[in-house]
């Protein structure tokens, strides 16, 4: 079956530095890769989203590329705010699939 | 643009109690979901529904019976409420199945006592 993995738990970074939040998945059929923002006590929000293979994505400061070759889906920010701190998920989507989510990787950034 | 609803946000319950979760969307999307997500961690799926008369069963559907009473609607059902269980119960939907993101409801947290 599909499964996503996301290494980190945990990552605490000060302000201002970069930052890259690692994803990889697993599945037999042409993917659908996402990134989804949780602030606290609020709902998960999409933050990116990719099925072109080497294609570079952004939003809202935030940068992912699909590298179907060695199945990674890394988010990225060359400049965290305090506004950033947040728990992330990668998830992993194909036709006529469910959403398949990653752990989690909570970011929190120090002023 | 659209919203989901969850009713309650706050949901108290004794041991063995059957407890109700609703949830809204006037997305107009075909599809709907209910993930429980335990403190910080990730989501997991309970049930899910393609279109409306559709149930499907998830990941963790031991123990949660759901309803998809039309459309717009989708409830959830903890068959018996076990102490000291804690968590947030996030309804999503989308317009299609796969290959779509998915949007999500505000949650509702569930405290057993």
């Known amino acids: 079956g599909d499964s996503v993995t996301q290494t980190e738990g945990l990552v605490t970074l000060t302000k201002g530095l970069p930052v890259m939040l690692n994803c990889t998945y697993q599945t037999t059929y042409s993917p659908f890769l996402f990134w989804y923002v949780q602030h606290l006590n609020e709902a998960p929000k999409l933050l990116l989203k990719?099925?072109?293979?080497?294609k570079r994505t952004e939003h809202q400061g935030f940068y992912a590329t699909l590298h179907k070759s060695s199945s990674s889906f890394h988010l990225q920010k060359s400049s965290v705010q305090l506004s950033d701190s947040a728990l992330y998920f990668c998830a992993l989507n194909h036709a006529g699939a469910k959403l398949t989510f990653g752990g989690g990787t909570r970011l929190t950034v120090r002023p | 643009g659209g919203i989901i609803t969850q009713t309650p946000k706050f949901l108290i319950g004794q041991e063995g109690q059957k407890l109700t979760l609703k949830c809204q969307q006037n997305?107009?999307?075909?599809?709907m979901y209910w993930y429980r997500q335990d403190s910080g961690k990730g989501l997991r799926l309970i049930y899910y529904?393609?279109?409306?008369?559709?149930?499907q069963k998830g990941d963790l559907s031991e123990g949660y019976d759901a309803s998809r009473e039309k459309k717009s609607s989708f409830s959830l059902t903890v068959t018996s409420a076990q102490k000291n269980e804690m968590a947030v119960f996030l309804c999503a939907s989308s317009p299609y199945w796969g290959g779509y993101e998915q949007y999500f409801g505000p949650g509702t947290r569930l405290t057993v006592l």
């Open positions: 997305f107009n999307h075909d599809t």
């Open positions: 990719s099925s072109t293979d080497n």
């Open positions: 529904s393609i279109t409306e008369n559709d149930l």
